[in-house]
């Protein structure tokens, strides 16, 4: 019997058929690019040796079931891709010098042949690293060109928060990206005003003798800046694709419930509302964002900042937006803290997040830290908790469902060939634009399973005669997964081969 299906929607489409949903997941590793941390391991290196870098690097993580990459592509004011706003990064090549291909643009390619999605990373104030007045900035560089917009902070230079043409160039150079490759999502870290350093202030005083609004604090002034920059970066990416996620990965505590019963039971000694200057409560109730990564880095019961009394606030204080938890991979069995040396303590992490709902995820620092397999931590994740793979949550904003996609199933060679309408490519997120579902029903019952592709087709192999297979497809979109299905045509064995007959009326 041919089975037919009449949903227009996702979920009822394969609840009718009886197949097993894909897991919704963000799995996400990031992959710091400044001082070589995780990629390139260092500069200069030739062009097909940065690229097997990356491969091998994507392939680890595809194997321990991951499936975004958070890339740092704009480290210090400078650029993983050709730029026309700021130079090469000293990370990638040396000044004067650029790369023989684009590196943004195959790193893309190449995500996405694997399935997995990549999220742009950029750092919006750091304008040169471990900056020495004996090295000359490159004549490309916001340095040479604007050095009025700069200040300098410890061994870093910065981008001025409250100037209004620093913060145009930020916005100006994100948007440059977004425009000109197919991003997953644009991120942000914890880095806004830096990290204070005792006994020395941050040098922006005539700045705000010069900008501050009657009345307005020092501090109340700090944070505005970054809430502009926040709020006009999310508005001017909504306008050009509304699809794309815009992410912050904060600090993991906003503020210490001493310095306001708001916050949480913590005692940090440096927080994101206070020394940070970046609210990110407010981002959230606002709806700035489209999800959060709270950076929870110390271990389940830390004296100060125990990671479930961390996770247990960010789930009050989401507003409705999706958790990413960031998890320090980097920690494994490389801390004093005996904690560390456990191979359960990042599990036991992960765990506790599942018991959130709004916790739709994980990210972990950095990609470096799987390398060696600190306490067989690859195959925990291979085997264990990310042994079946899922693809991320949807993305906001969603839409209407439309109908259902016509699949078709025809016989091929010794297997079945199931297609269907690829529609408008331009519109898929092409990290995995579809997942098939397949239902075999055996004599032992039915058996359910997921497979996830890149193309419009697939073949099913060593099928059964005896046996009924239904289909149902999710083409995923940039907003949301739109249902599809199928069923197979009756079939019998002639000389050995599977042929397809009329369908019984």
């Not at 990290?195 to 020395?200: A, D, F, L, M, V």
């Not at 940070?276 to 389940?300: C, F, H, K, M, N």
């Not at 972990?364 to 085997?383: E, I, W």
């Amino acid at each position: 019997m041919v089975l037919k299906f009449c949903s227009i929607g996702l979920w009822l489409a394969i609840a009718h058929a009886g197949l097993a949903q894909a897991p919704r997941e963000f799995r996400g590793v990031w992959v710091a690019t400044v001082a070589n941390i995780d990629w390139p391991s260092q500069p200069n290196l030739p062009d097909p040796l940065q690229q097997q870098e990356f491969r091998a690097l994507l392939d680890l993580h595809q194997k321990n079931g991951l499936n975004a990459i958070v890339l740092q592509i704009r480290p210090a004011a400078d650029a993983f891709y050709p730029s026309s706003l700021e130079p090469w990064s000293e990370w990638l090549v040396s000044a004067g010098h650029a790369p023989g291909y684009d590196p943004l643009a195959f790193c893309l390619r190449e995500a996405h042949a694997r399935g997995m999605e990549l999220h742009a990373w950029f750092n919006p104030y750091r304008a040169r690293f471990n900056a020495t007045d004996s090295v000359a900035p490159h004549p490309q560089s916001i340095e040479a060109r604007h050095p009025e917009w700069l200040v300098a902070y410890g061994k870093n230079k910065y981008l001025n928060p409250g100037l209004p043409e620093a913060r145009a160039h930020t916005v100006a150079v994100v948007l440059d990206v977004v425009k000109r490759y197919p991003l997953d999502g644009v991120h942000f870290d914890d880095y806004f005003y830096p990290y204070k350093i005792e006994g020395q202030a941050f040098p922006d005083s005539l700045t705000y003798l010069h900008h501050r609004q009657p009345g307005q604090s020092l501090d109340d002034w700090r944070r505005e800046n970054i809430n502009g920059l926040i709020h006009q970066l999310h508005d001017s990416l909504k306008r050009i694709k509304p699809h794309l996620s815009f992410g912050i990965s904060p600090f993991g505590v906003w503020r210490n419930q001493d310095k306001d019963p708001e916050g949480s039971a913590t005692r940090a000694g440096q927080t994101c509302y206070d020394d940070l200057y970046a609210d990110v409560r407010l981002w959230l109730r606002e709806g700035w964002i489209d999800y959060v990564a709270p950076q929870l880095y110390l271990p389940i019961g830390h004296e100060r900042m125990d990671f479930a009394t961390m996770v247990d606030w960010w789930c009050r204080n989401h507003y409705g937006k999706p958790i990413y938890i960031g998890q320090a991979a980097y920690r494994i069995d490389g801390e004093t803290d005996i904690r560390w040396k456990n191979p359960s303590q990042l599990f036991e992490q992960y765990r506790l997040c599942r018991t959130c709902p709004a916790i739709q995820g994980n990210i972990y620092f950095s990609s470096k830290s799987f390398r060696q397999n600190p306490l067989g931590v690859n195959d925990s994740l291979r085997h264990g908790i990310y042994r079946h793979r899922a693809v991320p949550p949807p993305r906001s904003p969603s839409r209407p469902l439309t109908s259902p996609l016509a699949v078709t199933v025809s016989v091929h060679k010794r297997g079945l060939s199931v297609q269907w309408p690829a529609g408008d490519r331009d519109s898929l997120n092409r990290a995995v634009p579809y997942v098939l579902h397949i239902r075999q029903t055996t004599q032992r019952g039915p058996v359910a399973r997921a497979v996830f592709l890149t193309e419009p087709s697939f073949v099913l192999r060593h099928v059964k005669t005896r046996h009924a297979y239904a289909f149902a497809v999710e083409a995923i979109d940039r907003y949301l997964r739109i249902a599809a299905t199928g069923a197979t045509p009756a079939m019998k064995r002639k000389r050995g081969r599977v042929i397809a007959v009329p369908p019984t009326r």
